[in-house]
Structure formats: structure tokens, C-alpha cells
């Protein structure tokens, strides 16, 4: 753990003394600090590109009165810094007359353990093993091109020091192994990318040579993309795979149902509490709880244990995601969903890991039900427009289905549909749910959290598909 | 205030003082102030103030071709000390790479033109929420308009760059952005648009009455859009968008992309890429440029660059490291383009909306489709039907989709050129695309 006074001209006391002398008649506020150390060990192009190394300190000051969020950063902790913050907030938040509120719930429970992963193993092994996949995957012929494969490291403690001294503290170890390989046959090129992660130490990820097998997955997906055909377009039946696919319920669903947007009634869901948002059968949750999980916290950013909370029970929408402002002023308790990139950011109520869970039927089934669509099993990166409700994601390994029977591969398409009526199109849930592999980040407002999800295949009815061929 | 350039010089040189100590054969370091203040309305009221104090550094050490990188946001010496001497033993550690070096000494930027990048002017809050109580007010005129967000930031930084072969040089920069979000809604739909205005110069800042009536006006028309039916169609884009293709690209031709073979632009150059009344520019020294800079951010000199001659392909972006591998000399883009512009078409906006009889205009694109190794394009899009040269109705839920190497050859552009952005492209026009809606 870190002690952030240590080598600082001002002591806990008189830091305390400080947030608790501007935190007065506040709403709510605290003094977050945060020292992060971060590795990144990059093999490109048969070599080593980078090995960079990031160590970063700072605190971010908050004062909240009513509606109104002051906030001051600095990586300096220093007594000068700190009281210079506190003038700013003082400055913005005028005639304050609020009530503090003292209420953090508690909790014993660990979602991971404090360790270190970037000291847990030296940097020749990670190049060793960097080397191999490389090695590895120019074995498996002349059509591999272009390989590259990173490990990413992280330890971030951070400490929520509150009004009258309440302090609440977290270690979160997060790494992340990737590989990416470019193929070429008959002067055509495709890529494929896939990668391992979450909060544990690399080794939980990579030992017994279990590297190998997410190079195979890479190269599996660029080899199929080899043989794809321009993709169809226009609308028709999606049948989405287990496991990162899901991110379309994190697109489509997930933002807009975080408190901010429905506070400011700016969400598509914002007048839907209680009613049918989605097919029977389809239950969706957004949990913090899962072991090691990349989205997993064992308190959120403003100290909140995290928990499962139900988003949307059988079809009907239950909650939104919340931190403590948007709580406050919606008058419900926080979902422990309070998060920031880092100290240099206010906290947004966010997603961590948010999962579709499993229904009865199975994947054949669903591709058995479908005379023309498509069979999507990966994905890049999505985005949606809150207002309008309109999503998009990428696929990056997608089918042909005709006639019930999967076809030729096709290419990368972006698939668009509404997030208020897309669940609603889901008719069939299957019994195969899978966590992503530990490899998403998040981004709102300019702020990029690490998240997960999961879900079952789905069978949607209706969705546009966004390729070439009319 | 900004720390001033004495600070950030001294501890830059005690950076490379130290890692030569500690066996670095060369080594370069880039120390970083940045402040900024924030002010966030919502629906006519004090939302959010922000201040942010960011001072940063990263040094790089080489040991003969090995090389390696720290950067931290904790600049006191007794943690420059432990950086240092780790960033040294992962040097040791690192294989060595024979393209690492620092630029070659010609190449250096030598002397540093005052590009009016700095303007003192301090604006205080209080100024700042005057300025956005007139931006929401007109805004938020229309009681179709049923939230607006708006934003004012000024940010001052200053920077050092410094290297073992003796660079040593940086300057201030200001910049003053305001923006607005705005939603509409009716019975039928809600949507979102915004404007947004971000200079080097306060006094260039657009007026707030300005920013808040086009945002709002480009939300309020946005109201129940339909969905059409797919077909393929001749595409417009908006201006803000238009720069994507741009910013593509420079993806495409930058020299990493080149030599790791994988960009669909790799071998091209003197090649006809584009239809042949196109040409780019890449104009590093335009007065208060929003992308201006005296060299890129391994020091060297940067000059104007026509990136596309008539159609024709004419450089890479080059980096040291890159251009070593590739057999060619940097040309200073280390860290991307400055300011890259289309340069203007030679017919009016109108002709353009007049070029088909059919048409959509598309203002906004979401997802992230574009595909610089193979070149295939796909994203969701917003806009309107244009029929006749006139404005229709809105249009959501499509996607549109092609591929660059296509795209580029079929691009006409309206002569609306302005500097609103580093990147910019006057309003254009591209045929053939694919369009999936019902």
C-alpha cells in the first residue's frame, strides 16, 4: 500500500484538516489519491519496439453542492498544491448549504488479491516469451506477415480520504497479454487479434504455454477473414456467439441505463423504469463482484463496495447504474458504480462487468431458425448515441446463414440498431453463457474504464448489417 | 501560471545528465506543464469547474542500439533518481534493435519561429460563465430544446524537448475551446447535436450567440428522422466529418503503417491515389494553427509537405526509426501531421448538393470502421435525404460502407475550405458508396 504523506511537507492530520475545513456544508466530496505504475513491453515487426515504463501520483480534490461539482487535480501532494485546490473549489462553490453525507456502506469482501504483477516476473522472461510467440507463429507458414504481441501491467493503489477523516483504500492489480497477426495470401491481407487479461498475474493467464493458444485464436480468425466475401446489406436475422459479442448489450443497453444520463433525462430509457424493455427470458445484470474479473472493484472510486445489480429482470428494466451524485439527486443509494480513469477525472457512474445471463435454448437451434442472416462470433469496438439510442459494433469474424446452415465467412461489417427496441427483437436466449476474454475498455466523456462482459448466444430478428453487397 | 522554461530545462538536463552518468550512450527527454480551467452549464446553470495542473516527463535512454522509456508525473530528483536507474537496467535488458537511433544531427529544427501560438490573456471564470449563460441562452431559445451542456476551457502548456546530441528547445502554447450539446426532442424522437469553437487566440473564439443557435438549429432539424432502404448512392459529407477521411489517410501513409507492411497504401507513392483534381497539404507553419509546430517531437524540422499532387501520392510521414528501416530520411511527422487540409474544389456547396439528383448527406458517423490494411470502410451514420439539391428529412439507422482505395478515386470537393480544426477538408462528395438501412 502506498502512503501518500510520506515523503510530502503536509501530514494525514492536516490534510484531513483541509478537506474537512472545505468539505463543509458540502453535499458530498472527498480528497482521492491515486499512485499508479504501468508497463508496457511491445514485440513488433521481429524485434522489440518498446519496453516503457509509467509511474504516476496525484490527488483529485471534489466538492459537490446540489447539482454543482467542483473539481481540482495536481500530482504534486503537497501542502502549498492541496490548499491551492481547496481555494479553487472554495471559489466555485460560493454560498454552500448543504449537509454532508457520511454514509459509505461497508464491506470485507476481496475481489483480488494485492500483488504486483509487473514484479511477479522479470522483464527477460516477458521478452522470452514475446520472442516464442513470434517464433511460433512465423512457423505456421508464409502467409504469416506480420506479428504483434504486447504485455500490459498494472498496479494502481488508490485512497479515499472523507469529511472527519474516513479513509478507504484499494490495491488493483490489472494486466493484459495481446497478439495480433497479419496474414496475406494471393496479395490480399487480413489481420486477427485476440488477447488474455483481467486482475491477476500474467502467469495466471499464460502458464503451461497457454500463449500458444491465444496465437492460434488470432490466427485462426485472420485465416478465416482471408477466405471472407463482401458482407450483405440491408436487414435481416443476427445470430450473435457466446462471450465478447455481448457487447452489444453493453452498447445498446448498458450506457444508457448509467444514472448521469437518466438524471439528465438525456437517455432513450430515461421514462422506462418498470416497464418491458426486453424479450422474456432476457435478464441482464452489471456486476463488480466476480473474482479477478478486468471489471471487477472491490470498492468503486469514491469508496463504495461494488455489487451484482439487476438491470433488467426478465424482460423488465429494475435499476440504473449509479454513483453517489447521481444517486443522491435521483434520491436511490449508489450501485458502486462510481469510476474514473484516473485522478486527473471526475467520477461518472459506469459499467463494470455487465452480463446477459443464459436461457435454455442452443446454438443450433438458433442457426436451424434462420433462412437468410448472419452468424456473428467476434467483434472490435462499439459505440451508441445515448439520445437517439442508435449503437453500432464491428464484427470481426462473421458467417453467412442460409437456410439454416452456416455458410461462407464474410467480411467486417458495422451492425446498427436501436437500444430501446433491440432486446425486444431477441427471440431466442441460449444456454451457453461466457465471460469475454479480459481484454475491454470502456470510454465516456474522454475517460477509458476497464470492463467486462458476457452473455449466451442470442438470436435477434431484425438488425441492419452494414456491408457492400445489395 | 505555466511553469516557465528555466524550470523544465533544468530538469530535463538533469535527466540527461544522469542517464549519461548511469551509462546511456545517448538519451532525450520531454518535460510537460499543461493547466487547465473548465467551466461545465447545463440547462442555463453552473454544472462542473475543473481545474487541472498536469506536469509530466519521459525520458527514452539508449545503450548502442538498445533502447528503452520511463515517464512519470513525479518530478522530484529523488524519484528521477529511481526512474532513471530503472529505465537504464531495462535498457541493458532490452535486444537490440539496429533502426534505434536519435535524428540524425542535420535534421534538427535550428531556428524557432514565433507562430502566435501563445496568447497571455488569462480568462476568469466569472468571464467564462458570462460567455456560457449567452451561448445556453440562445441555445436553449427553441422549446424543442430540452437539455443543453456547454463547456469552456482555456488551457496554457509549455514543453522542453531536449536530447544528448544537444537539442534543447520548446515553447508555450494557448488554446480556448467552447462547446455545446444540445438535445431536441418531439413525439416521435430525441436527438443530440452540438458546435464547437476551439482557437489559439481568445479573441478569435467564435461568438457565443453563434455557437449556441447553430448548435441548436443542428439538433432541432434532426427531429424524426426516418429509415431508408438499401441502395447504393452518392455520398456528402458534412465538413466535420469530411476530415475523417483525412485523418485516415494519414493513418494509412504514415511510415510505421508503411513498414510494417500493413496499410493498403504501402508502395504507392508517385502512384495516382486519388482523382486528379485532389491534392493535400501538410503546412506545419500557418499562423495560430491549431496544429502548428517549429519541429516534431524527436526535434526535427518540420516544412510544408504536398502530401497528394493532382491525385498523386507524393511522401510518407516519417519518424527516425521508420525512415532508417524504410531507407528514407524523416521529414519530421514524428507524433502525426500538423495542419493536413484538402485543398479546396472548384465548385460552390450548392453545385455540389446539385452534382445527383439524389443524394444523402451525412453529418455524423459512429463505430469504428475504418480498416487501414485492407482499406474497407463500414460505420453507422445520421444525416439527410437530399433531393434536387434540397434538404429532405433526416435519416438515422443506416450504415454506410466501401473501401478507401475506391473512395479517394471517386472524392469531388466543394470549395469551403476553413480552418476550424488541425485537420480539414472542404465539404465532399464521394459516389458509388453502399448504404444499408431496412
Known amino acids: ?470 | 501560471m505555466v511553469k516557465d522554461q528555466e524550470f523544465l530545462e533544468t530538469k530535463a538536463l538533469y535527466c540527461l545528465g544522469l542517464a549519461k552518468k548511469l551509462g546511456a550512450t545517448d538519451s532525450s527527454v520531454i518535460v510537460k506543464n499543461s493547466i487547465s480551467e473548465t467551466v461545465n452549464f447545463r440547462n442555463k446553470k453552473l454544472d462542473e469547474s475543473n481545474r487541472s495542473d498536469d506536469l509530466g516527463l519521459s525520458i527514452t535512454t539508449y545503450i548502442g542500439k538498445k533502447k528503452s522509456s520511463i515517464s512519470s508525473s513525479n518530478l522530484l530528483n529523488d524519484n528521477l533518481n529511481i526512474l532513471i536507474e530503472k529505465c537504464i537496467e531495462t535498457t541493458k535488458n532490452t535486444p537490440e534493435d539496429e533502426f534505434n537511433s536519435l535524428p540524425d544531427r542535420d535534421l534538427f529544427a535550428k531556428e524557432v519561429k514565433d507562430l502566435n501560438l501563445y496568447d497571455e490573456t488569462h480568462i476568469e471564470n466569472n468571464q467564462k460563465i458570462d460567455y456560457l449563460k449567452r451561448l445556453e441562452a440562445a441555445a436553449s431559445n427553441d422549446k424543442k430544446i430540452v437539455n443543453t451542456e456547454s463547456s469552456f476551457t482555456q488551457n496554457k502548456s509549455n514543453f522542453i524537448l531536449a536530447n544528448s546530441k544537444g537539442f534543447c528547445d520548446g515553447y508555450k502554447t494557448s488554446s480556448f475551446t467552447a462547446s455545446s450539446v444540445t438535445v431536441a426532442k418531439d413525439e416521435k424522437s430525441m436527438e443530440r447535436d452540438y458546435e464547437y469553437s476551439s482557437k489559439c487566440f481568445l479573441k478569435d473564439l467564435d461568438d457565443a450567440d453563434e455557437l449556441g443557435n447553430l448548435a441548436a438549429n443542428q439538433t432541432i432539424r434532426k427531429l424524426s428522422p426516418k429509415k431508408i432502404g438499401s441502395e447504393k448512392i452518392a455520398i456528402i459529407f458534412d465538413k466535420r466529418i469530411a476530415k475523417g477521411v483525412l485523418s485516415t489517410f494519414a493513418s494509412a501513409i504514415s511510415s510505421s503503417a508503411i513498414s510494417r507492411g500493413t496499410s493498403f497504401l504501402k508502395d504507392k507513392v508517385n502512384q495516382k491515389i486519388f482523382s486528379d483534381k485532389i491534392s493535400v497539404f501538410d503546412k506545419p507553419d500557418m499562423l495560430r494553427g491549431l496544429g502548428s509546430r517549429n519541429f516534431d517531437s524527436e526535434g526535427v524540422k518540420t516544412d510544408t509537405l504536398k502530401l497528394v499532387d493532382q491525385g498523386i501520392l507524393k511522401h510518407y510521414l516519417i519518424d527516425t526509426y521508420n525512415g532508417k528501416k524504410l531507407n528514407l530520411k524523416s521529414n519530421g511527422r514524428c507524433g502525426g501531421t500538423s495542419n493536413l487540409y484538402f485543398e479546396n474544389g472548384n465548385i460552390s456547396f450548392k453545385d455540389l448538393l446539385n452534382s445527383n439528383s439524389k443524394s444523402l448527406y451525412i453529418t455524423e458517423t459512429i463505430g469504428h470502421g475504418s480498416n487501414i490494411v485492407t482499406g474497407d470502410y463500414s460505420v453507422g451514420a445520421t444525416g439527410f435525404l437530399i433531393e434536387n439539391g434540397e434538404f429532405k428529412y433526416p435519416i438515422n439507422e443506416i450504415t454506410i460502407a466501401g473501401n478507401f482505395k475506391d473512395m479517394f478515386q471517386n472524392i469531388t470537393l466543394a470549395n469551403d475550405l476553413e480552418f476550424k480544426y488541425a485537420t480539414n477538408s472542404p465539404t465532399m462528395l464521394i459516389e458509388g458508396m453502399v448504404v444499408a438501412g431496412k
Open chain 1, 1 to 470: 500500500m502506498s502512503n501518500f504523506f510520506e515523503k510530502s511537507d503536509v501530514s494525514r492530520k492536516e490534510a484531513e484538516s483541509i478537506i474537512s475545513d472545505t468539505l463543509q456544508k458540502c453535499d458530498d466530496g472527498e480528497l482521492y489519491l491515486e499512485n499508479s505504475k504501468s508497463e508496457s513491453i511491445l514485440l513488433d515487426d521481429n524485434k522489440i519496439k518498446n519496453s516503457s515504463y509509467n509511474s504516476d501520483l496525484g490527488f483529485g480534490f471534489r466538492a459537490i453542492s446540489d447539482e454543482v461539482v467542483a473539481y481540482s487535480h495536481s500530482n504534486e501532494v503537497s501542502k502549498n498544491s492541496l490548499k491551492q485546490s481547496s481555494e479553487n473549489l472554495k471559489s466555485t462553490l460560493k454560498s454552500v448549504k448543504g449537509t454532508y453525507n457520511h454514509e459509505i456502506p461497508k464491506s470485507n469482501n476481496k475481489y483480488y488479491d494485492n500483488i504486483n504483477p509487473i514484479e511477479q516476473k522479470s522483464l527477460n522472461e516477458k521478452i522470452k516469451i514475446l520472442n516464442d510467440v513470434n517464433d511460433y507463429l512465423r512457423s505456421k507458414g508464409d502467409k504469416v506477415k506480420q506479428v504483434t504481441a504486447n504485455f500490459l501491467g498494472e498496479q494502481k493503489s488508490v485512497e479515499i480520504i472523507r469529511s472527519g477523516g474516513e479513509t478507504l483504500s484499494d490495491v488493483r492489480p490489472l494486466v493484459r497479454f495481446n497478439v495480433s497477426v497479419m496474414v496475406e495470401k494471393d496479395g490480399r491481407k487480413e489481420t486477427g487479434v485476440y488477447g488474455v487479461g483481467g486482475r491477476q498475474s500474467y502467469d495466471s493467464y499464460l502458464k503451461d504455454e497457454n500463449w500458444k493458444s491465444v496465437c492460434d485464436e488470432a490466427l485462426r480468425i485472420a485465416s478465416v477473414n482471408l477466405e471472407s466475401k463482401p458482407a450483405p446489406a440491408g436487414e435481416m436475422k443476427v445470430v450473435l456467439g457466446p462471450g465478447w459479442p455481448a457487447i452489444l448489450i453493453h452498447e445498446a443497453v448498458g450506457h444508457g441505463l448509467e444514472g448521469d444520463f437518466n438524471r439528465k433525462k438525456t437517455s432513450a430509457f430515461h421514462n422506462l423504469m418498470g416497464q418491458k424493455v426486453a424479450s422474456e427470458g432476457v435478464t441482464i445484470i452489471d456486476d463488480g463482484t466476480i473474482d479477478n474479473r478486468r471489471g471487477s472493484l472491490t470498492i468503486d472510486d469514491e469508496g463504495t463496495p461494488t455489487e451484482k445489480t439487476v438491470l433488467i429482470e426478465n424482460g423488465i428494466l429494475k435499476n440504473f447504474m449509479q454513483d453517489r451524485l447521481n444517486a443522491r439527486l435521483m434520491k436511490t443509494r449508489s450501485t458502486g458504480s462510481g469510476r474514473r480513469e484516473n485522478y486527473r477525472h471526475i467520477v461518472l457512474p459506469r459499467m463494470r462487468n455487465t452480463m446477459m445471463l443464459s436461457g435454455k435454448q442452443t446454438q443450433e437451434e438458433m442457426i436451424k431458425a434462420v433462412d437468410k442472416g448472419i452468424f456473428a462470433v467476434s467483434f472490435g469496438g462499439g459505440q451508441v448515441d445515448i439520445t437517439s439510442g442508435k449503437f453500432v459494433f464491428n464484427c470481426t469474424e462473421a458467417y453467412e446463414i442460409v437456410n439454416g446452415k452456416i455458410g461462407s465467412p464474410i467480411k467486417g461489417a458495422t451492425l446498427i440498431g436501436d437500444g430501446p427496441s433491440i432486446l425486444k427483437e431477441v427471440s431466442m436466449v441460449g444456454n451457453d453463457m461466457m465471460m469475454d476474454p479480459g481484454i475491454g475498455t470502456c470510454g465516456k466523456a474522454g475517460q477509458g474504464v476497464p470492463v467486462g462482459v458476457a452473455q449466451p448466444s442470442i438470436l435477434i430478428n431484425k438488425m441492419t448489417v452494414g456491408g457492400t453487397k445489395l
